[in-house]
């Protein structure tokens, strides 16, 4: 039995949910989002009560059972994302590193010889914030993941000086580097 996948997703007011025949699409106040899942799943949707159920044919099966847990959490994600949103926060340091905002295009001063230009795609609204902090949201949480993976990876953080992109809040271990050697003997 999946602990995950056994638990029921609450569906707000606001939200309409439509099931097909392998496809669930959610509509909400920030946009749309649907997911297509596989043939053995079962997705229901008890509109008096307002939630959504996600079962599998054979709960024992090995094949089946990871699936179970997999799909409840990628729609209880498409619930969240059209109601309140997704967003990862990062954070620029390093002297002489900064980011602006143009338009939908972040333009990066990273130490390279020349400025970094990342494009947003559609959808994901990136937000440049006072000391080196950039907010990036949209309703998709795969898609804010991948863009905010996306810039990490401009710059990633060196570990002996600590300069370059990271999350807020990520914990970067730094390396001591080299020491000297004893001198005389």
Do not use: C
């Not at 899942?37 to 099966?61: G, M, Q, R, Y």
């Not at 230009?117 to 949201?137: A, Q």
């Amino acid at each position: 039995m999946s602990r995950i996948g056994k638990m029921a997703i609450n569906v707000p007011d606001n939200v309409n949910v439509k099931i097909e025949k392998g496809m669930i699409s959610v509509s909400g106040p920030k946009g749309d989002l649907s997911s297509t899942f596989l043939p053995f799943v079962t997705v229901t949707f008890d509109e008096s009560a307002k939630k959504i159920f996600v079962n599998v044919a054979n709960p024992t099966s090995s094949k089946e059972k990871p699936f179970w847990g997999l799909y409840r959490a990628i729609i209880a994600n498409l619930v969240t994302g059209v109601t309140i949103g997704f967003e990862k926060k990062l954070e620029l340091s390093g002297v002489g590193y900064s980011v602006s905002a143009v338009g939908n295009k972040f333009k990066f001063n990273l130490g390279y010889s020349h400025p970094v230009e990342y494009v947003m795609p559609e959808g994901i609204v990136g937000v440049v914030e006072k000391g080196g902090l950039m907010t990036i949201s949209g309703k998709d949480k795969q898609v804010v993941g991948q863009v905010a993976a996306q810039i990490r990876k401009l710059r990633k953080v060196d570990p002996y000086k600590l300069k370059g992109i990271k999350y807020v809040g990520e914990v970067i271990v730094k390396k001591a580097g080299k020491s000297a050697k004893a001198v005389g003997k």
